[in-house]
């Protein structure tokens, strides 16, 4: 009896350390995507920002942009403190979002009022994306013990979100309301 009680915890630990291993290597893994997000975000960006007519939007999404790139030195720098190489790992829920994205600039590509709407609406959703893989990264990190990881982070999703709610909430509704006033009159 006594071997079996041993064995048991032995065995316990064995798939603890299996599952916290394969959440590591998840963690990784979703770090991979995350880096590839952003540099999909940074190649998509430089493409589209001489069209942007709009200065304070221009603005908003230069700030964004600079947010963007703190966003890409703290991956590397938690792919440093993991002793990982910082790959890039594609993302096929990234690349649907950024497909859909091009399809609804692609729709107003004559009309630069409504092109600049879908932008800021496009940049809404891969915000919520950043927002929401971030934020499940922070938990793992949590999870897994890697503090420092988790507050870097952290600091990721904070700063989007703090985006959303001072810049393009409001600039949507500015947009959308002159926008309404333009066919009123």
Known sequence: MKNSNKHVPSSIND????????LGNFFIHSL???H?????????????????????????LKTHFAIHLKHKERLAKIFQLRAESGKIKDCKTFNALIAESKNHLSFFSN????WEIALIL????????????Y???AHLA?????YKEATLLAVSVQEEEEFIANNLN????????????????
Do not use: C, R, W
């Open 32 to 34: 991979q995507e995350m």
């Open 142 to 146: 949590i999870k897994l013990k890697y």
């Open 122 to 133: 496009v940049s809404q959703k891969l915000t919520y994306y950043k927002i929401a893989s």
């Open 135 to 137: 934020g499940a990264l």
């Open 36 to 60: 590839y997000a952003e540099t999909t975000i940074a190649t998509d960006f430089n493409l589209i920002k001489d069209q942007i007519v709009s200065p304070k939007l221009d603005e908003i």
């Open 111 to 114: 009309d630069i009022a409504n």
């Open 15 to 22: 798939q603890l350390t299996y599952s916290n291993s394969t």
């Open 170 to 185: 409001g600039i949507i509704d500015a947009f959308m309301s002159s926008h309404i006033e333009g066919y009123k009159n």
